[in-house]
């Protein structure tokens, strides 16, 4: 997976093509490569076409929010592209054949000056997404850790706290307020017909593996 935490396509990334690099080596010797980002845009870019059209490459695009080009939004990032640019880029990788899944991730409760997605936020991103031609969505709830904005973690610990369980080094929301949390997400995926992955939330909703499958492993799992 490239990459889980940090984006590989930022704008140092048209300077020095280091995630390229890495992709093509990783390809060429046999990998099979899921590549996460906010910028699918780059995948279309002069130079990545043999990176992009391989069989072996296949695409997840996070989408938290439609609030991540606001400045000021708990959503912003100054890393990711304008949002219509993310959509017509991931239209285009889909009309080229590509599997591309959509990441909501993570869905947020609303508690005071820290207001999650809504459910109409929440319907209008997987709408977006069937339209552009997302073959999967995947989606889990926030887990509450020292990686959280502190001022975001000092809002939220005491109701994490009352209405969690600890996971490892993380607290995590119990199973009713989890379910209600991703039930939009779910409805949404119903409505425009498109497969729905809880991911780790898997024991309080239904959903598909969230395992990439392509024609290259006759139906097995390429990812867990």
Known sequence: MVSSSTDPFQPIERHYAD????????????????????????????????VTGHPRLQIDVSIPSLRENELGSIWYSPVAAPLNETYAAIAELARQGKYVRVKIEPVV??????????????????????????????????????????WMYRRLITFFTENGT???????????????????????????????????D??????????????????KPLYG
Do not use: W
């Not at 209600?180 to 017909?193: F, H, M, S």
């Not at 898997?202 to 139906?219: A, E, F, H, P, Y």
């Open 202 to 219: 898997s024991d309080t909703i239904s959903g598909v593996s969230c395992r990439v499958q392509t024609s290259l492993t006759k139906g």
């Open 19 to 50: 995630s390229r690099f890495a992709l093509e080596a990783l390809l060429e010797n046999g990998f099979l490569v899921l590549v996460m980002t906010r910028n699918p845009q780059m995948l279309l870019e002069e130079g990545y076409a043999h």
């Open 109 to 150: 409760p609303s508690l005071g000056e820290v207001q999650g997605q809504t459910p109409q936020e929440l319907d209008e991103i997987v709408r977006k997404s069937k339209e552009a031609g997302v073959q999967a969505i995947l989606s889990k709830t926030m887990r509450l850790n020292t990686s959280v904005p502190p």
């Open 166 to 200: 600890a996971e490892r080094t993380t607290l995590a929301l119990s199973e009713p307020l989890r379910k209600a949390l991703l039930a939009p997400v779910l409805d949404a995926c119903a409505r425009y017909q498109i497969p729905f992955c809880p991911c780790v």
